[in-house]
């Protein structure tokens, strides 16, 4: 749990993709804030379409390589 004045961001790279969807999750339900970064190749937004109404994670369209 976060404390007072305690602020846990994280990137979560693939974070569209089967593992990387349950690791946002998981890391929401932690405190965190999360910053999604996929390019949807293999991922879904199916499968993070239920995270985007939160407040705490941010979902962005982008090839790392």
Known sequence: ???DGEYKVTLVA???GFIGS???ERLI???YNV???DNLY???MENIRHLL???EFTFK???TT
């Open 53 to 55: 109404p939160h407040s």
């Open 14 to 16: 693939g974070g569209a």
């Open 1 to 3: 749990m976060k404390k």
């Open 22 to 24: 349950h690791l946002c």
């Open 42 to 44: 293999t991922g879904s």
């Open 61 to 63: 369209e982008h090839d």
């Open 29 to 31: 339900k932690e405190g």
């Open 35 to 37: 910053l999604c970064v």
